[in-house]
């Protein structure tokens, strides 16, 4: 039974960390990212269907991202769609492709971002905390059932608690690599 729960802790964890890593992926650093318009979804024969799916993205340079729409008629509704998606962003056209110029960051919107990145790493550590709380009351209940001994109660405690540490130091050093990107001139 506590092997079960250490697995199941450790994969909730793991996603959390990929849900960590997406969030931030989202955030800009004043370099091009396809994964900046990763929320933007496009009106499309009907249904909001994510950029992705209706256009080719890359990055040639590091403050551009173009976007090769797989057709023509649907440049106007993808420039809509990143207009409003509120990223600070310009797209312009040329009739065939879109390209989105990535603007310089300034001091004072770097720190804004880093205050973003990290109220994120603390929003996902929050996560990890409750998902410990969780996973110690599963224990718990076992030993008041008398499924497992106190002392065994108190090591998978302990191995809860370093798993946890392993994770939120992971969520950490994500973050850490984060800032100096954003700080990066």
């Known amino acids: 039974m506590l092997p079960e729960i250490m697995q199941d802790l450790a994969s909730e964890y793991e ?9 931030l992926a989202k955030i800009r650093t004043g370099r091009a990212n396809v994964g900046m318009l990763d929320g933007v979804r ?11 799916q209706v256009a080719t993205l890359r990055v040639p340079e ?27 962003l310009n797209p312009s056209n040329d009739g065939t492709m879109i390209r989105v110029p990535i603007p310089a960051l300034t001091g004072e919107r770097r720190e804004e971002l880093v205050r973003q990145a990290r109220r994120l790493g603390e929003d996902h550590k929050i996560a990890l905390r409750n998902q410990r709380r969780e996973a110690n009351d599963m224990v718990k209940q076992l030993e008041k059932a ?15 608690n370093s798993l946890t540490d392993k994770y939120t130091a992971k969520v950490d050093a994500f973050l850490e690599k984060k ?7």
């Open 179 to 185: 800032e100096e990107e954003i700080r990066e001139v």
């Open 62 to 88: 590091p403050r551009m991202i173009t976007i090769q729409p797989w057709e023509k008629t649907v440049i106007p509704d993808i420039e809509k769609a990143i207009t409003s998606a509120d990223l600070g």
């Open 146 to 160: 008398s499924d497992i001994t106190e002392d065994d109660m108190h090591r998978t405690f302990d191995e809860i």
């Open 42 to 52: 496009v009106e499309y024969y009907g249904s909001t269907t994510p950029l992705n």
């Open 15 to 23: 996603d959390t960390l990929g849900k960590f890593k997406k969030d």
